[in-house]
């Protein structure tokens, strides 16, 4: 057996793999799922940098999941999230709708961008250093930066559209 402290790995990481995950899944439940089953396979594979290697087996296994719901024709849904959203429910009906609305509005303008600008606002997000993140993307440590600035600016701007869109369909 390896010197990995696995308890304190899974302490340490579990965590932030969940949060990584369930902005790729938009699942909660699904999400926990997905990262415990990254850590069984860390267990039996030992990897020399496994919390690397954790986020690396997870965002396949997101990307495995998605293919999976895109052959069988279904659409991923904010199901859970939302429940989430309306049990940390604040006493205010419509600052919870807002802070929904929000949600979905993030999910939305995430789901234009492309799959590296995707990967890298959420790895980030995860609290991936960015030599961790250039060796998932395959950059070089100093594009990281740029590309998550340039990331950043695409969903600020997509969101924004969004937003407008959203507020012309109303004026309606």
Do not use: C
């Not at 999941?65 to 659409?75: L, Q, S």
């Not at 802070?99 to 995707?118: C, F, N, P």
């Amino acid at each position: 057996m390896s010197g990995i402290d696995w308890n304190d790995l899974y302490r340490t990481t579990f965590p932030e793999l969940v949060r990584f995950l369930h902005r790729k899944v938009w699942d909660a439940e699904r999400a926990r799922d997905l990262a415990q089953e990254a850590f069984v396979r860390a267990l039996q594979h030992e990897p020399r940098k496994p919390r690397a290697w954790l986020f690396q087996v997870a965002a396949n296994l997101a990307r495995d999941e998605a293919r999976t719901v895109i052959r069988r024709k279904k659409h991923l849904v904010l199901l859970k999230a939302e429940a989430e959203v309306m049990e940390e429910s604040s006493g205010d009906p419509s600052a919870d709708l807002a802070e929904q609305e929000r949600w979905v509005g993030v999910r939305e303008a995430l789901d234009t961008l492309s799959e590296k600008d995707r990967e890298a606002l959420l790895l980030w997000d995860a609290g991936q250093s960015y030599t961790e993140i250039a060796n998932q993307l395959g950059l070089a440590v100093g594009a990281v930066g740029t590309t998550l600035s340039r990331a950043r600016k695409r969903l600020a701007a997509a969101h924004e559209e969004l937003q407008k869109e959203k507020t012309d369909v109303a004026r309606r």
